[in-house]
T-cell receptor, first 114, second 113 residues
Framework: GEKVEQHESTLSVREGDSAVINCTYT??????FPWYKQEAGKSLHFVID?????DRKQSQRLTVLLDKKAKRFSLHITATQPEDSAIYFC?????????????FGKGTSLVVHP | GGIITQTPKFLIGQEGQKLTLKCQQN?????MYWYRQDSGKGLRLIYY???????QKGDLSEGYDASREKKSSFSLTVTSAQKNEMAVFLC????????????FGPGTRLTVL
């Protein structure tokens, strides 16, 4: 089955700097890659996604890059703010053959220092 | 907008006990999921359901049963709680097809004494 590895378990940056979180996946059939944010004591909420028909997607200060050849995708956060501090999860899922099973990475704890 | 509710918020059980967690959504989503979140292990899929009365096993289904009797609700049963078990169980829903974001509930925190 699919395996998603999230390379950074923790990441510490200064406010205003950029942060990058990297994930790799194993299943070439995976075609949907969402990112979720979990703030302290709360549940997950969706932040941004990318589908395999594009290699870049931007939403305000967030950009997701997808390298299908390397089976790698990454979340870039620019001009970080203290409210960006949270655990970020990447995920991958295949949309072929009626397979709806998403696989999550183990999460990256991002701390933005004022 | 919609909301996902999970009950109870906290669940304390005894070893060997059968425990049931409930999830309701009013997004009118067809697909629903149950995940287990353990510290340092991310989210692991227990069961999912692509429509009413459908059940699909995830990677962690052993020791659990699930039930989807209505489109809006999805229940999870821990068939025999393990001593010292502690985890958060998260319910989620989404539009079907595998390429849409999931909406998560607030979670049920399980402690087994």
């Amino acid at each position: 089955g699919e395996k998603v590895e999230q390379h950074e378990s923790t990441l510490s940056v200064r406010e205003g700097d950029s942060a990058v979180i990297n994930c790799t996946y194993t299943d070439t059939a995976s075609s949907y890659f969402p990112w979720y944010k979990q703030e302290a004591g709360k549940s997950l909420h969706f932040v941004i996604d990318i589908r395999s028909n594009v290699d870049r997607k931007q939403s305000q200060r967030l950009t997701v890059l997808l390298d299908k050849k390397a089976k790698r995708f990454s979340l870039h956060i620019t001009a970080t703010q203290p409210e960006d501090s949270a655990i970020y999860f990447c995920a991958a899922s295949s949309t072929s053959g009626g397979n709806y099973k998403p696989t999550f990475g183990k999460g990256t704890s991002l701390v933005v220092h004022p | 907008g919609g909301i996902i509710t999970q009950t109870p918020k906290f669940l304390i059980g005894q070893e060997g006990q059968k425990l049931t967690l409930k999830c309701q959504q009013n997004f009118n989503h067809d697909t629903m999921y149950w995940y287990r979140q353990d510290s340092g292990k991310g989210l692991r899929l227990i069961y999912y359901s692509i429509t009413e009365n459908d059940l699909q096993k995830g990677d962690l289904s052993e020791g659990y049963d699930a039930s989807r009797e209505k489109k809006s609700s999805f229940s999870l049963t821990v068939t025999s709680a393990q001593k010292n078990e502690m985890a958060v169980f998260l319910c989620a829903s989404s539009i079907p097809g595998g390429s849409y974001e999931q909406y998560f509930g607030p979670g049920t925190r399980l402690t087994v004494l």
